[in-house]
């Protein structure tokens, strides 16, 4: 393999291919070819729509704040995505062996060269349905971490596993996209009482429910759950909520779910601010905590125990439980890798409606 397909965003709108030359394989490095490819229909749509922060704005790392100047990204935006598989096709290091499948977050290419210095990756069982292993990098990590969040919020320090956050407890989920879908199964898997998904969209909701949680329309569903979920006098609610859709109603809704002092962990990204909510109203009478869960941290004093390795393993072991109905119900569109820019081009103008899309070269690979 010489050639690599990337796929570009040249403007807002605008999507295609462009060839990039492999280059060599370093001592310690592998080459992949990619099987399958995950798009995030969050996060890599606001490159194709141009409302990504980065590209307004200029973020200084050091300091945590985005400043006006020279946006940090500009197009054309090229490596998006971070959810793929690759089949190794070449290596030079022990670690790996030609012919592996690993999960590894390279963006829509056809193939990668690893950088053995700086690129991580994680070995797939043969146990595990490589389509699956779209979600071992990064995306199921995210979603892992944010239950780490939720019982560093209880325990801190002493937070000892995922389980800690939501064992025994009633938690919403707000949001039934792949990460509120893969947040739910993680909060069954480490038992809660009760797992209940809010969202708009009746087709989520029953894919929600395909998959032992609770749906519930977001109509009407703070009064609903809060007459049905009572701890004592004036306290009524979730015991936690995670909210995982990138709306400022979603997170004003999760908020209204709380009971007094409850937590709302966030794994949302809310590119066009969130004006929606209230602060004054019951995120102020209720006492009410906001975590941000972000895949670039774990909890502050649990980093010693917990890192992405861990967060790929838990994810592995989830995905080892429930992944049939995960693959079933969840992954609900897989295309050839060639006709990445048209259903991008379809999602971002709603054309398309997914639960999680995937690229596959194997779908390719069929079709000759």
């Known amino acids: 393999m010489t050639e690599i397909r990337t ?13 990039e030359r492999a280059g060599d394989v370093a001592e310690g490095g592998f080459q992949v070819r990619t099987r399958h490819s995950g798009i995030s229909a969050g996060t890599e749509l606001t490159y194709v729509k141009g409302t990504n922060p980065y590209l307004a704005a200029s973020w200084d790392p ?24 690759g089949q190794v096709v070449r290596s030079r290091t022990a670690a790996v062996a030609e012919g592996a499948l690993v999960a590894m977050a390279y963006g829509h290419r056809s193939g990668y060269v690893a ?24 995306m199921g990590p995210i979603c892992a971490n944010g239950l780490l969040h939720a019982a560093a ?7 000892r596993d995922l389980g800690d956050g939501v064992r025994g407890r009633r938690v919403a989920v707000t949001g039934a996209g792949v990460v509120g879908l893969l947040v739910a199964c993680f909060a069954l898997e480490y038992g ?8 708009e969209t009746p087709h989520r909701l029953r894919i929600a429910a395909l998959l032992g949680a609770e749906p519930l329309p977001a109509d009407g569903a703070a009064e609903t759950l809060k007459h049905r979920w009572r701890h004592g006098p004036n306290d009524h609610g979730a015991d936690l909520v995670f909210q995982c859709r990138g709306q400022p109603r979603t997170l004003a809704l999760a908020l209204k779910l709380l009971r007094p002092q409850g937590t709302v962990v966030d794994l949302a990204f809310y590119t066009a601010g969130a004006d929606e909510v209230r602060l004054g109203e019951e995120f102020h009478h209720n006492g009410l905590t906001l975590r941000c869960a972000q895949i670039g941290r774990v909890p502050r004093g649990l980093a010693h125990a917990w890192d992405r390795e861990r967060l790929s393993h838990e994810t592995i072991a989830l995905l080892r439980s429930r992944g049939d109905a995960l693959r079933t119900h969840v992954i609900t569109d897989v295309a050839a890798f060639g006709e990445a820019p048209q259903l991008f081009a379809d999602l971002a103008a709603g054309r398309r409606h997914t639960v999680q899309a995937v690229l596959s070269q194997h779908v390719e690979d069929e079709r000759g």
């Not at 919020?153 to 937070?159: N, Q």
Request: proline content about 12%; glycine content about 10%; hydrophobic content about 50%.
């Open 7 to 19: 796929l570009s965003v040249e403007a807002p709108g605008v999507l295609g291919f462009v060839e």
């Open 153 to 159: 919020d209880l325990y801190g320090p002493a937070a």
């Open 192 to 199: 809660a009482a009760e797992v209940v998904i809010v969202d």
């Open 115 to 138: 950088d053995p210095l700086a690129d991580r990756f994680v070995p797939l069982p043969d146990d595990l349905d490589p389509l699956l292993g779209i979600y071992v990098a990064h």
């Open 62 to 85: 050091a300091l945590g704040l985005f400043r006006p100047g020279t946006p940090s990204a500009a197009y054309p935006v090229r490596g998006l995505g971070y959810m793929q598989v």
